[in-house]
Nanobody, 115 residues
Framework: QVQLVESGGGLVRPGGSLRLSCVAS????????MGWYRQAPGKQRELVAR???????NYADFAEGRFTISRDGGLNTVDLQMNGLTSEDTAAYYC?????????WGQGTQVTVSS
C-alpha cells in the first residue's frame, strides 16, 4: 500500500509562490500518472497538474504558465511549483498517484492566498 505525504502548503500573499512536495512511501516505477489535485470549500476536487509515465505533463487551464509539476527529487517524489498565486488558488492540495489502475491519495496540504 503506497502512502503519499504532502508538504509545503501555507499562507502566502497574492502574487507569491509556494512549492508543494509529495513523498511516496516507496519508489514508484509503474505508475500511470502522478500529480496534484485541489479542492476549495464547497467545490469539487479538480485536477491541477499531472505527469504520465512517459513524462508528459497535463495542466488545468488555470495552472498553465503559472504552475510546474516535476519529479526532479527522485522516483518517490512529485513536486508542484506554484507562482503568481491568487486568492482563487486557495484550497487543499492533494497528491495523487494511479498505480496499476489503483488510485492513491495523500492527506492534503492547505494553501491559503491572502493579504
Amino acid at each position: 500500500q503506497v502512502q503519499l505525504v504532502e508538504s509545503g502548503g501555507g499562507l502566502v500573499r497574492p502574487g507569491g509562490s509556494l512549492r508543494l512536495s509529495c513523498v511516496a512511501s516507496e519508489n514508484i516505477f509503474n505508475f500511470n500518472t502522478m500529480g496534484w489535485y485541489r479542492q476549495a470549500p464547497g467545490k469539487q476536487r479538480e485536477l491541477v497538474a499531472r505527469m504520465n509515465v512517459g513524462g508528459r505533463t497535463n495542466y488545468a487551464d488555470f495552472a498553465e504558465g503559472r504552475f510546474t509539476i516535476s519529479r526532479d527529487g527522485g522516483l518517490n517524489t512529485v513536486d508542484l511549483q506554484m507562482n503568481g498565486l491568487t486568492s482563487e488558488d486557495t484550497a487543499a492540495y492533494y497528491c495523487h498517484a494511479n498505480i496499476l489502475a489503483k488510485n492513491y491519495w495523500g492527506q492534503g496540504t492547505q494553501v491559503t492566498v491572502s493579504s
